[in-house]
C-alpha cells in the first residue's frame, strides 16, 4: 500500500494507493483536513493529523477533537486519540513518527502507541 498526502490540486485529504489504483482519498472525519500523514510499519494502515483549526462537523470553534486517527486503506478509523491532562483544552498541534510515534499539544509530549492509540507516556514540556 502506499499513501499520499493530497492529490491533483486537492490538499488536506489521503490518499491510499494499492500499485496505480486509488483504493480510498479523503478525510476520516467529515468536515476535518488531513495535515500530516504517516504510513503505520508493518501494516497497510496510515496515522493521520487532522489540522486542528479545521474542526470537524459538530464540534464548536475553540473546542479540541481527538485528531490522531489511525485509518486502513479503505478509510475506516481504527483508533483516535486527543490530548489529555492539562492539555484537553486543545488539539494536537504536530506529530513525527520515526521509531516512535510521538504528538504534541500544548503543555505535553505524548508517546502514542500505534497499535492501540492509547498513550503510553505524556512528558510535561513547557
Known sequence: MR???GIAAAVG?????????LVWSGSPVVGSSVE??????GADDAVLLL????????VL??????N???????GEIVWRVGPHGSD?????????????LVAWGSAHRYTVDPVSGRIVE?????
Open 3 to 5: 499513501w499520499s498526502l
Open 13 to 21: 485529504i489521503a490518499a491510499a494507493y494499492d500499485g496505480d489504483t
Open 36 to 41: 500530516l500523514l504517516f504510513p503505520v510499519p
Open 51 to 58: 489540522d486542528p483549526e479545521v474542526r470537524p462537523d459538530g
Open 61 to 66: 470553534a475553540h473546542h479540541p477533537f481527538p
Open 68 to 74: 490522531l486517527v489511525r485509518v486502513t486503506p479503505h
Open 88 to 100: 484537553t483544552w486543545k488539539s494536537f498541534v504536530g506529530a513525527t513518527y520515526s521509531g516512535a
Open 122 to 126: 505524556a512528558q510535561f514540556v513547557k
